[in-house]
């Protein structure tokens, strides 16, 4: 039993705490947002100055940001490192065709805070930093536009629509679906997938707040390339599934229409000779911004065109080539391989089989790495010859026979062939550990399941520090995919610790620090990659992008110029050239550039052919 004396001064000292703990809430703001040391965005407003909105994204400190554009509803997403929302932060953003979106993604490091601003049309916008402040001009939105004229359109954004239609056309080139509804559809997204046991390849196209009634969800026969369409309720919206008549999906985009939306299916002729495998003058329509291509900024897609043909490559350096294989048979394939290589190539008689596969301007040891995976086989190489078997089956080289011929070895090259084949049978438990996980690291990347890629990736490279391809790799994901720069500059750096002279290092640190505003220290990088006697044609498109966008515009002709006299004129670099001409005002050049682009034989598409022979007119006359 306790003494009173001791239970009364219990009760004392826990009446004590109680009263500091009511005067601690009682004095503590209601919402604590971070520490005073954090960084937070203290607000986001906006005004209408003649034909454009000024948005400012105020910080508490400098911000540090990636700004890009997504379609289907037009977006521009402004992502945010290592910054929290202030409590009144977010306020309306004065222009009703502007609706805004704040998020913060989840498990990203380091963490990223998203400002989404949909707009009723593709954009055209720029952006700049003032002190602590983002400033995003954007041009293309008439915020002097009635405000009947905004209701109209906010509330037809707003109100569930109802499918009309669904009309199915096809002619010798193309299959056309149009999806019309009785008001515009914002809200559309698409995704496809591979043949499977049960299914085709599929084009999915999913349109939120869209009903239907039921005679027109039947299914519906196709043409050509689409072998059929299904119609199912999806939520509050309408899921399209567009069944392929191949063994893959077909060529395709979505545009926009009046009141819907319209599917556009390129039909592809048949090829079977070699000859025609090699095509130089590809579809371009994937190198080529959703936007005006003469703006300034180049749309996500056309970045992602060029980072992915600079960074997915790390490791593969031998000579590009471009393919079409047509359900060929395999030793077709691999005599091809072994024409554009020089190796000597041996396949396994029980190798059988055919392929169907396009790649576009890829190395030659990329596309086979491709084609052994798709058909479950391997390789062996030594003495310049590459031997392909079935997985599993093995392979043992032929031992030198004995003879009476007598050798004397140089002693250097036998220790190093010596100490070579030790490293190669003393791998550490690490290394084994570590190829194990880049396995399922590359089997998530397949699925484009990216989260999961660079988390296996980054356990790999704990196990394997100074494994350059798998930092690489590391870099370009986290810049192309997931769009976190600091994570993509982190690694990069991991990798130029080890080889200082890497170029997909340092062209991933570039982009990674031109993204993040660091100028300085992406110009720098820019620098390292272009001094050598052959830059990479990568490394010197990015550089004109990045000269081009601090409108330093002689150093991005310069860049330009020198990536047309090592790999010739190509159709982005003729696009740039102008594009740069006419913002320097200078027309006779642009002019010129112009009327080249025309002249040039690459294929270009009817809205830009359109808009180029505009401007060539225009300059003309002025």
């Not at 043409?223 to 119609?231: E, F, G, N, R, V």
Request: hydrophobic content about 40%.
């Amino acid at each position: 039993m306790l003494h009173p004396f001791l239970l009364s001064k219990k009760l004392y000292l826990f009446f004590l705490s109680l009263i500091a703990a009511m005067i601690f809430i009682q004095f503590t703001p209601e919402r604590v947002i971070c520490e005073e040391s954090d960084n937070y965005i203290v607000s986001i407003t906006s005004k209408n100055v003649s034909d454009h909105c000024e948005v400012r994204i105020k910080g508490a400190k400098p911000l540090v940001s990636t700004v890009y554009e997504l379609p289907e509803p037009s977006r521009i997403i402004v992502d945010i490192a290592d910054v929290k929302l202030g409590k009144e932060s977010v306020d309306k953003v004065n222009n009703p065709l502007i609706k805004l979106k704040t998020s913060e993604i989840a498990g990203s490091k380091p963490s990223i805070t998203r400002l989404e601003f949909t707009l009723p049309s593709p954009p055209a916008y720029t952006t700049r930093q003032d002190g602590n402040d983002i400033i995003l001009d954007i041009t293309s939105v008439n915020s002097s536009a009635s405000s009947e004229d905004s209701k109209t359109i906010l509330d037809a954004t707003s109100a569930s629509a109802t499918l009309r239609d669904v009309k199915i056309s096809s002619t010798k080139d193309s299959t056309i679906v149009q999806i019309l509804a009785d008001q515009p559809l914002p809200d559309v997204s698409h995704s496809s997938t591979d043949r499977n046991k049960e299914d085709p390849p599929q084009l999915l196209v999913d349109i939120g707040s869209l009903t239907a009634a039921s005679s027109l969800m039947d299914e519906k026969k196709g043409a050509k390339s689409l072998a059929k369409i299904k119609t199912v309720q999806r939520g509050s919206g309408l899921r399209f599934i567009l069944d392929s008549s191949h063994d893959e999906i077909f060529p395709f985009k979505i545009l926009q229409i009046p009141n819907g939306i319209e599917i556009f299916i390129a039909e592809q002729a048949k090829q079977d000779q070699i000859s025609n495998l090699i095509d130089q003058k590809k579809n371009i329509d994937k190198q080529l911004p959703d936007i005006n291509p003469l703006d300034a900024k180049l749309s996500p897609k056309a970045k992602e065109q060029q980072m992915q043909d600079s960074f997915n490559f790390s490791g593969y350096n031998k000579e590009r080539i471009t393919v079409e294989f047509q359900k060929m048979d395999l030793h077709n394939v691999f005599n091809f391989l072994r024409q554009v290589s020089g190796a000597n190539i041996v396949v396994d008689e029980s190798v059988q089989g055919s392929l169907t596969l396009v790649l576009d301007d890829v190395p030659w040891d990329f596309a086979l790495d491709i084609i052994l995976n798709l058909k479950d086989l391997e390789k062996e190489e030594r003495f310049n010859t590459l031997v392909i078997y079935p997985k599993g089956k093995g392979f043992q080289w032929p031992e030198q026979s004995k003879n009476n011929l007598s050798f004397e070895a140089d002693s250097t090259l036998v220790q190093q062939e010596t100490l070579l084949i030790q490293q190669q049978e003393k791998q550490s438990v690490e290394v084994v550990e570590a190829k194990e996980i880049m396995t399922k690291g590359r089997e998530a990347e397949k699925r484009e399941d990216f989260e999961t890629a660079v988390r296996l990736y980054e356990q790999a490279l704990e196990k394997w520090p100074n494994n350059v391809k798998i930092s690489n790799k590391l870099a370009a994901i986290y810049l192309v995919q997931l769009r976190q720069n600091a994570k993509s500059l982190f690694f990069s750096k991991r990798t130029l610790q080890v080889d200082p002279a890497n170029h997909s290092a340092l062209l991933n640190a570039a982009i990674a620090s031109a993204n993040m505003q660091d100028t300085p220290q992406a110009e720098q990088y820019f620098k390292k990659c272009l001094n050598t006697a052959k830059p990479t044609k990568e490394a010197l498109l990015s550089a004109a992008a990045f000269y081009e966008d601090r409108k330093k515009f002689n150093e991005a002709i310069a860049q330009l110029e020198k990536c047309d006299a090592l790999y010739g004129l190509t159709l982005d670099s003729m696009i740039a050239t102008a594009r740069i001409y006419d913002k320097m005002g200078n027309r006779v050049q642009a002019t010129e550039r112009y009327k080249a682009i025309l002249a040039s034989g690459f294929q270009i598409p009817p809205d830009l052919s359109k808009y180029i022979k505009g401007r060539a007119t225009l300059k003309s006359l002025q």
